[in-house]
Nanobody
């Protein structure tokens, strides 16, 4: 099983960035996918999730209205579009997969992926 996040980098406050998460080794369509982030010295926090079909999404209050999660099942890929970025969005971002979406909110997915660093700074 592999979940590889990519697309991180340095962006100015107010800017945008799109992260990708490429999945392999499991039946992608059967899983809800979540995004998480961990800033230096802080616990890993839930950012948002998307259900297996892509029809339902849920976001943490801190990113609601700025971040959008989407998925392309034929490509086994999840996206996190981040707009209006703030310095407090600086963190390593991770994707994760779970058979039950509630596992993602409880931060106990079936699989964790590798992270990608996002730095928001002028």
């Amino acid at each position: 099983v592999q979940l590889q996040a990519s697309g991180g980098g340095l962006v100015q406050p107010g800017g945008s960035l799109r992260l990708s998460c490429a999945a392999s080794g499991f039946t992608f369509d059967d899983y809800a996918i979540g995004w998480f982030r961990q800033a230096p010295g802080k616990e890993r926090e839930f950012v948002g999730r998307i259900n297996w079909s892509g029809g339902l999404t849920y976001y943490a209050d801190s990113v609601k209205g700025r971040f959008t999660i989407s998925r392309n099942n034929p490509k086994n890929t999840i996206y996190l579009q981040m707009n209006s970025l703030k310095p407090e969005d600086t963190a390593v971002y991770y994707c994760a997969a779970a058979t039950n979406p509630s596992q993602l909110i409880r931060r106990v997915p079936d699989y964790w992926g590798q992270g990608t660093l996002v730095t928001v700074s002028s």
